[in-house]
């Protein structure tokens, strides 16, 4: 059975009116186009299942346009990921507008945001179809989720907000990598499917950044 055209894919706006190249709108409409249908193929016939052809097909573009912007499918998927894991930042980002300068409840706003995300259908999906194609490569699906940019933000909160609240860190990223740890720890030990309740998220955040900014007295 042929791959359907997404909906949001509109051939005419996204092909060239005259002969050339492209014009850099069309081009990043091409690009939009390509990222849609390799998202709902990927998501259905899963990373084995679907094929460049496929994609191509969908957008209906020549092969040679999908190849000259990704090389293979691990390419792909990658970018696939990427403007995910981009667009859920967009969403969380926007709450963070109404923090205060206090870094103990800026990280914990943070981590409640990421273990609540984590049990969400869509995360679920896409964390199963990174996995699916994880070892095809050294050097691809290595930041699903954008764990470094996490890292490098969470870093950076505690940089920029850390001496408002008397804490001078040596090493952020490395707080920020352990926080990420205990992150991934606690999640994977219950289990990927397990839902994990706003009360619940709220407080092992609260638990995770008391036992890092107090030490032994929030045991």
Known sequence: MPASKPESTKTANIRPTGRGRPSQRQSQAITAAILDAATALF???????????AVASAVQIPK?????????????????????????????????????????QRLTHNVTTMLLWTTKSEVRAFRKL?????????????DFLGYTGMVDYLGS??????????????????????????????????????????EDASTQAAFIIDVLVDGHQAW
Not at 181 to 195: D, H, K, L, Q, Y
Request: glycine share 8%; aromatic share 4%; proline share 4%.
């Open 64 to 104: 040679t346009t999908l190849y000259k912007r990704y090389p293979d499918k691990l390419g792909l998927l990658n970018a696939v990921l990427a403007n995910k894991v981009a667009s859920w930042s967009q969403v969380t980002s926007k709450q963070n507008t109404k923090l205060t300068s206090d870094l103990r």
């Open 130 to 142: 990174a996995l699916s194609a994880s070892g095809r490569s050294s050097g691809a699906l290595t």
């Open 43 to 53: 998501l259905k016939d899963g990373f084995d299942g679907t094929s460049m052809e």
């Open 157 to 198: 909160e505690i940089r920029v907000h850390g001496p408002a609240s008397g804490i001078h860190a040596k090493a952020p990223e490395r707080i920020a990598e352990a926080i990420m740890a205990m992150i991934s720890g606690w999640v994977n030990s219950r289990g990927a499917e397990t839902p994990i309740s706003a």
